[in-house]
Structures are given as C-alpha cells and as structure tokens.
C-alpha cells in the first residue's frame, strides 16, 4: 500500500495561490491519483484527479479553469496548482490513489489517503 504525505498548505488572501505537493512512498508508483477537500461541516469532496500516465486529468466544476493537478513519476510525486482562490476553497486537502480504477473521482474508488493539509483563504 502506497504511503502519501502532503505539503503546501497554508494562510493565502482570496485571489492567490498555493502549490500543492503530494510524495508518496514504495516500489513503485502506478496509480492514478486525485485531490479531494474537506471543509468544516462538510463532506469530503473531489477536486482533481490524474492518470497514471498524467496523460488524462478530470476537475470538479468549482475548481475548473482555476486549479491544474499535474504529476512528476520519476519523483513520484503529485501536484495541484491553485489559482484564484476563494474563501470556498478554504478546507483540509487530502491526497488519494488508487490502482484499480483510472480515474480516482470518487471516494469510494480511493486505496490510500493522506492525513490532509490545511488551506485556508481569507477574504
């Protein structure tokens, strides 16, 4: 089972940025992988997600145009880019992958999470 650490959260102003890392650990690194959010009160949410080839990405529709899920398989590591933020996007981001589907866009579908970073936009 892969081991998933994420970074990069942080306090950020409504309109910035954050850059989101994902490194996980073990032999190998063949699974897709998606980004989901959690916000207080609320249930966990998909955001993006990513083939293992990188060559496919899919978005929720409240991030599309603004946030880009991209991934390094000689670092294996993981990313999402997140522009124009909005106090909405306020929430704990977690890290997901899965080995048996090609597109993680559903909770159900994830093998390993991480423990979650905290983004916080204040407005």
């Known amino acids: 089972q892969v081991q998933l650490v994420e970074s990069g959260g942080g306090l950020v102003q409504a309109g910035g940025s954050l850059k989101l890392s994902c490194a996980a650990s073990?032999?190998?690194?063949?699974?897709?992988m998606g980004w989901f959010r959690q916000a207080p009160g609320k249930e966990r949410e998909f955001v993006a997600a990513i083939s293992q080839s990188g060559g496919s990405t899919n978005y929720a529709d409240s991030v599309k145009g603004r946030f880009t899920i991209s991934r390094d398989n000689a670092r294996k590591l993981v990313y999402l880019q997140m522009n124009s933020l909005e106090p909405e996007d306020t929430a704990v981001y977690y890290c997901?992958?899965?080995?048996?589907?090609?597109?993680?866009?559903?909770?159900?579908?994830?093998?390993?999470w991480g423990k979650g970073t905290l983004v916080t936009v204040s407005s």
């Open positions: 073990g032999r190998t690194f063949s699974y897709a």
């Open positions: 997901a992958a899965s080995g048996w589907v090609s597109s993680v866009s559903q909770a159900s579908t994830v093998g390993s």
